[in-house]
């Protein structure tokens, strides 16, 4: 059985492949360090712990790239994120029944 700090390694680790390779706003994949957006992990985290629907968090990611690196926003791609941040299983003390629909469906 997993530790709690091991499970919250994976879900920070989950959360920094999706920015990585499917969000990368300023176009790094492959060439910068896949830490890049980790400063946006513990937002994305609280934010899914809330339940919020593709919406909120397509939402989310705008604002990063708005306000945050001044850039144009991409809705068609954000969805697509947003989406797939869902579908991460954030549970740290129980394991997800695979039966269980993600949260946001």
Not at 44 to 70: C, H, I, K, N, W
């Amino acid at each position: 059985m997993k530790t709690k700090e091991q499970r919250g390694q994976e879900i920070m680790d989950a959360i920094r492949s999706v920015l990585y390779n499917d969000w990368d706003p300023i176009g790094i994949k492959g060439l910068g360090p896949d830490d890049e957006y980790d400063d946006y992990i513990g937002q994305v985290y609280r934010l899914l712990t809330q339940r919020p629907t593709v919406e909120s968090v397509a939402r989310q990611l705008l604002m990063f790239e708005a306000q945050d690196l001044g850039l144009p926003k991409r809705r068609k791609v954000i969805q697509d994120v947003a989406r797939k941040l869902l579908d991460i299983d954030i549970s740290i003390d129980e394991e997800r029944d695979p039966k269980r629909p993600p949260l946001h469906r």
